[in-house]
């Protein structure tokens, strides 16, 4: 499976479409939930996830307003990111990601010796007319070439969920990582000849958050 050649059109797609508008409204504080779809190939002599493992996680920001599109590492990428979801929390059922891990990019992930420790390298979503959210590409990395957390979908055809982590970590066996794959389309399982694990795209879901 072409991992990189998929996570290449969803990052290109979703980034030219936060170029053309990103919006900041001020609001109702809402708590917006993903469900991924369930994780089907796996790497690894003894990986930390099975076919009931899937990605969830959640973000609690001001309600988005409909048919927008919001990066949130905007109006610059320096971190610590002003615009960034103050709470948020990403989980691969073996590890979980929050917003109080987060250290600022640095050149050498492969330097980083605290497996619990990430930068953020993407976090966009797209709304549609009702609000909800229907595009998404979030990314965090621990090592680039292995530990990283990736959900993305660009509110075309196709999506991918994709968690890594480094041997030894988060109870993986393996000589060098390993990895839990979920290939998903808008429209399900369809016939595709280089992707034959097909499903139906993860869900996000919203609620109010009472103040």
């Known amino acids: 499976m072409n991992y990189l050649r998929l996570v290449s059109l969803l990052v290109s797609a979703l980034t030219l479409a936060a170029c053309?508008?990103?919006?900041?409204?001020?609001?109702?504080?809402?708590?917006?939930s993903y469900e991924g779809a369930p994780l089907t190939v796996f790497t690894g002599a003894k990986p930390p996830w099975d076919n009931e493992s899937r990605l969830t996680g959640y973000f609690?920001?001001?309600?988005?307003?409909p048919d927008t599109t919001y990066d949130f590492l905007d109006p610059d990428i320096d971190f610590p990111f002003v615009n960034l979801p103050s709470e948020f929390s990403f989980s691969d059922g073996?590890?979980?990601?929050?917003?109080?891990?987060?250290?600022?990019?640095?050149k050498n992930t492969g330097d980083r010796l605290d497996p619990s420790i990430y930068e953020c390298r993407?976090?966009?979503?797209?709304?549609?007319?009702?609000?909800?959210?229907?595009?998404?590409?979030?990314?965090?990395?621990?090592?680039v070439r292995r530990s990283t957390y990736l959900t993305a979908h660009n509110g075309g055809l196709y999506g991918q969920d994709l968690t890594e982590v480094?041997?030894?970590?988060?109870?993986?066996?393996?000589?060098?990582?390993?990895?839990?794959?979920?290939?998903y389309t808008s429209q399900g399982p369809i016939f595709d000849s280089w992707l034959d694990d097909l499903q139906y795209a993860g869900r996000w879901t919203k609620e109010i958050v009472e103040q």
């Open 20 to 32: 053309a508008t990103t919006g900041i409204e001020s609001g109702s504080l809402a708590r917006y």
């Open 60 to 65: 609690i920001h001001e309600e988005l307003a």
């Open 94 to 106: 073996a590890r979980t990601i929050t917003h109080t891990q987060l250290e600022a990019p640095v």
């Open 122 to 143: 993407t976090f966009n979503v797209k709304t549609d007319e009702n609000g909800d959210i229907v595009a998404w590409d979030v990314l965090f990395v621990h090592d």
């Open 166 to 183: 480094d041997a030894t970590h988060y109870g993986c066996v393996a000589t060098e990582k390993c990895t839990g794959n979920a290939n």
